[in-house]
């Protein structure tokens, strides 16, 4: 009985100690499943925080990035142009105006100027607008909003000086002689209009000075046209474009150039003629020899031309002679 009491004791260790080992592996998997949870929220949110960070740099540049990105924030709001920020990118506009910043003032104008209509301001920011494309020297855009300006604001203080400065843009868009001269045309137009508008501006003189070069500039090319037909012996398209010439540009500085190419273009198309049109041809040559002599005595072509009138004279006055003959 003994043996059985002790028997049973023994039994029930063992199943307590197995019990117990059961319930140590229950607690310590617990223990470690929660570790591991703990763990792997750490190295996640570690995870989501790294793209941010710069392991290259000491910890305390975290904060720069931050900084940063709030300056941009604020500088771009600064540049939208709202009727609560009117004022200050009025004061910003100016001020790149006054430092010669004409970009950056032209595109704040433009922003300012819708927000202004109505106001006092309104003829000031599209003066500025335009003149900051002049100063950049964007001519054509300036000639456009000067124009615009007057049309906007005719009995403006500012109207007869922007319409100056409209038609100074539309001439220094004019381009070289041999290339299209539409816009020289129309700058003469525009400067015509002006001094029809305003007879008594203080830029009458400067206005007549650009008219002579604009006008020089037309009549060169013309010049141009005359002599590329000498060139190329298209002799009687020569003498159409000479006339036009003279009808045209009768004061101009060109004309004895001019008449001096008639002259070898009549004295060349003379000496390639047939017996038969010859003399009349070389009197047609000895009168625009003449015309030189007579109005422009002293220009650098005035020998070169005299020594051609003389043959010409002489081979008239050979045919002259044939013709007695015959009679």
């Known amino acids: 009985m003994r043996g059985f009491y002790k028997m049973a004791k023994k039994t029930c260790n063992i199943l307590i100690f197995i019990l117990l080992a059961f319930a140590m592996k229950a607690h310590a998997d617990v223990f470690c499943g929660s570790l591991s949870a703990d763990l792997q ?31 941009t924030v604020t500088r771009v709001q600064n540049k939208r142009v709202t009727f609560e920020t009117f004022d200050q990118n009025y004061e910003r506009a100016l001020k790149y105006y006054n430092n010669g910043q004409w970009l950056s003032a032209a595109s704040l104008f433009e922003e300012l100027y819708p927000l202004s209509l109505g106001t006092p301001r309104a003829d000031t920011i599209l003066f500025l607008f335009a003149d900051s494309y002049y100063q950049n020297a964007d001519y054509n855009m300036a000639a456009f909003h000067f124009r615009d300006y007057v049309r906007r604001y005719p009995n403006s203080e500012r109207t007869e000086d922007a319409f100056f400065r409209c038609i100074q843009a539309v ?23 002006f001094l029809q508008a ?96 007579l109005h422009y005595p002293d220009c650098k072509y005035a020998k070169e031309v005299e020594k051609i009138s003389i043959d010409v004279t002489k081979q008239l006055e050979k045919y002259l002679q044939k013709s007695n003959n015959k009679s």
Do not use: W
């Open 171 to 193: 001439y220094k868009t004019s381009p070289e002689y041999y290339l299209d001269q539409s816009n020289t045309t129309y700058a003469i137009e525009q400067i015509k209009s």
């Open 41 to 71: 929220k750490v190295y996640i949110e570690k995870d989501t925080i790294k793209p941010t960070e710069d392991s290259s740099k000491p910890a305390k540049s975290n904060t720069t990035p931050a900084k940063k990105g709030k300056s």
């Open 198 to 293: 305003y007879p008594e501006n203080s830029h009458v003189e400067e206005c007549n000075l650009m008219l002579d070069d604009l006008r020089l500039k037309l009549a060169r090319k013309e010049l141009e046209i005359m002599k590329l037909y000498y060139n190329t012996d298209q002799y009687e398209a020569c003498r159409i474009a000479a006339k036009n010439f003279f009808n045209k540009y009768a004061y101009s500085p060109l004309m004895p150039e001019a008449v001096y190419y008639l002259v070898l273009n009549n004295y060349e198309y003379a000496k390639r003629s047939t017996e038969r049109k010859k003399p009349e041809r070389l009197k047609v040559c000895l009168e625009s020899c003449q015309r030189m002599a």
